[in-house]
T-cell receptor
């Protein structure tokens, strides 16, 4: 009954370092999303994947890359971390459809870039 | 581009008082969702409204979708400390696979 699992939960990086945030869901959802959350700015979409093998840019994609490894997994990579990327990152998944299905979120990754 | 706005940004209430947050979209929405995020937690889906003028209740929470389907509200009657958190509305973007989240209303309840 895990739902959406994100790893790691916390991470501190130095400017210029790279890292990959992992996300996996066990609900057989087709759509997966990566958001960042900053104080007072709500949730901003970084990238999303409507189905296995497809990815699309969201509102704030610069500085990030994603990989939809299979139906379960959707990873987010920071190639060269910058202090502006300090944020809380949430992965979410949903069943796609015209009725706009609810999104299920992971617990988040709290990332600090020094 | 499409925008979803929420007011107020913050609300502090005494326990037992009522609370309302308002959500407004720059475009007509086919539906609207509401989520709650407890401090330190992740957003959790509360409800979805689809029909013009629709009103749904969940215990002390009342959700309403405007007649023009461009605005929505969440009203909490007699707040409790368990209501503390940030409430987000979200509406579908032109692509049905994406939603746009409002900035959220952060509710604090003073015991």
């Amino acid at each position: 009954n895990a739902g959406v699992t994100q790893t790691p939960k916390f991470q501190v990086l130095k400017t210029g370092q790279s890292m990959t945030l992992q996300c996996a869901q066990d609900m057989n959802h087709n759509s997966m999303y990566w958001y960042r959350q900053d104080p007072g700015m709500g949730l901003r979409l970084i990238y999303y994947s409507a189905s296995e093998g497809t990815t699309d840019k969201g509102e704030v994609p610069n500085g990030y890359n994603v990989s939809r490894l299979n139906k379960r997994e959707f990873s987010l990579r920071l190639e060269s971390a910058a202090p502006s990327q300090t944020s809380v990152y949430f992965c979410a998944s949903s069943v796609p459809g015209h009725s706009n299905q609810p999104q299920h979120f992971g617990d988040g990754t709290r990332l600090s870039i020094l | 581009g499409q925008q979803v706005m929420q007011i107020p940004q913050y609300q502090h209430v005494q326990e037992g008082e009522d609370f309302t947050t308002y959500c407004n979209s720059s475009t007509t929405l086919s539906n609207i969702q509401w989520y709650k995020q407890r401090p330190g937690g992740h957003p959790v889906f509360l409800i979805q409204l689809v029909k013009s003028g629709e009103v749904k209740k969940q215990k002390r929470l009342t959700f309403q979708f405007g007649e023009a389907k461009k605005n929505s509200s969440l009203h909490i009657t007699a707040t409790q400390t368990t209501d503390v958190g940030t409430y987000f509305c979200a509406g579908p973007e032109t692509s049905y696979d994406k939603v746009i989240f409002g900035p959220g209303t952060s509710l604090s309840v003073i015991p």
